[in-house]
């Protein structure tokens, strides 16, 4: 089974193209609004302090399935829940980061520069007015993955992706991962795209599915070589 979330601006609504490929490959999908976004009754909050991912992941892993098929898709901000969960959730045994945010994102200066509908967004699924971005530095300045979870933690596949020139999330924060958080990931970048790549997202999506369909797919599924060239 996959636990699918989109980002600051992406609903579950949006994800269902994604959530049908995931059943395609013969997944189980469970589909999620960001907290503090769409359907959530949850404001954002960092990890540790929330605990809406932790227990999607726990009732998918509780189903009745198998528990080591259990993974995690995510974009944007949703790609950033699904490194904090490898991190801290044992039963995640796979985790896919389409360009979410880690670290330098939540630099203030970074953040001044988010266009204006990304700031109204979090603002908003903060709690805090959508206009009244500036409340909303100091809170996410907390997110930072290398302050609040211990990356060294992830001992599962992680696979993240995103376009080299992403004007929302530094393309740093993909290689910090390995960098400073010692993940071993594979890594798909394209060169002229940007955030979570959108040009080459019909390419490099179902490509995704099949990478965790490989990897929580179990016995039953024949593993393929990835053969995605970049």
């Given at each position: 089974?996959?636990?699918?979330?989109?980002?600051?601006?992406?609903?579950?609504?949006?994800?269902?193209?994604?959530?049908?490929?995931?059943?395609?490959?013969?997944?189980?999908?469970?589909?999620?609004?960001?907290?503090?976004?769409?359907?959530?009754?949850?404001?954002?909050?960092?990890?540790?302090?929330?605990?809406?991912?932790?227990?999607?992941?726990?009732?998918?892993?509780?189903?009745?399935?198998d528990?080591?098929?259990?993974?995690?898709?995510?974009?944007?901000?949703?790609?950033?829940?699904?490194?904090?969960?490898?991190?801290?959730?044992?039963?995640l045994?796979?985790?896919?980061?389409?360009?979410?945010?880690?670290?330098?994102?939540?630099?203030?200066?970074?953040?001044?520069?988010?266009?204006?509908?990304?700031?109204?967004?979090?603002?908003?699924?903060?709690?805090?007015?959508?206009?009244?971005?500036?409340?909303?530095?100091?809170?996410?300045?907390?997110?930072?993955?290398?302050?609040?979870?211990?990356?060294?933690?992830?001992?599962?596949?992680?696979?993240?992706?995103?376009?080299?020139?992403?004007?929302?999330?530094?393309?740093?924060?993909?290689?910090?991962v390995?960098?400073?958080?010692?993940?071993?990931?594979?890594?798909?970048?394209?060169?002229?795209?940007?955030?979570?790549?959108?040009?080459?997202?019909?390419?490099?999506?179902?490509?995704?599915?099949?990478?965790?369909a490989?990897?929580?797919?179990?016995?039953?599924?024949?593993?393929?070589?990835?053969?995605?060239?970049?």
């Open positions: 089974a996959v636990l699918l979330s989109g980002g600051a601006d992406v609903t579950k609504e949006d994800m269902h193209p994604v959530a049908r490929q995931i059943v395609r490959a013969g997944m189980a999908c469970l589909s999620i609004d960001l907290p503090g976004t769409g359907e959530s009754e949850h404001l954002l909050r960092p990890p540790g302090t929330d605990g809406v991912y932790p227990r999607a992941i726990k009732y998918l892993a509780g189903r009745g399935d528990p080591n098929r259990t993974g995690m898709i995510g974009l944007g901000f949703g790609g950033y829940w699904s490194l904090a969960c490898a991190a801290t959730c044992p039963e045994k796979a985790a896919v980061n389409g360009g979410g945010p880690v670290h330098r994102t939540f630099a203030h200066e970074n953040l001044k520069k988010l266009p204006g509908y990304y700031k109204l967004a979090l603002a908003s699924a903060l709690g805090y007015d959508p206009g009244d971005f500036e409340k909303a530095l100091g809170p996410l300045a907390d997110f930072s993955l290398l302050r609040c979870v211990d990356l060294r933690r992830i001992d599962v596949p992680v696979l993240s992706v995103d376009g080299a020139g992403d004007r929302v999330v530094p393309i740093e924060d993909l290689f910090i390995a960098e400073e958080g010692d993940v071993r990931q594979d890594e798909w970048v394209f060169q002229e795209d940007g955030h979570c790549a959108p040009h080459h997202f019909g390419e490099w999506m179902p490509r995704a599915v099949d990478w965790m490989n990897r929580i797919g179990g016995r039953g599924r024949m593993p393929r070589p990835d053969l995605y060239g970049l």
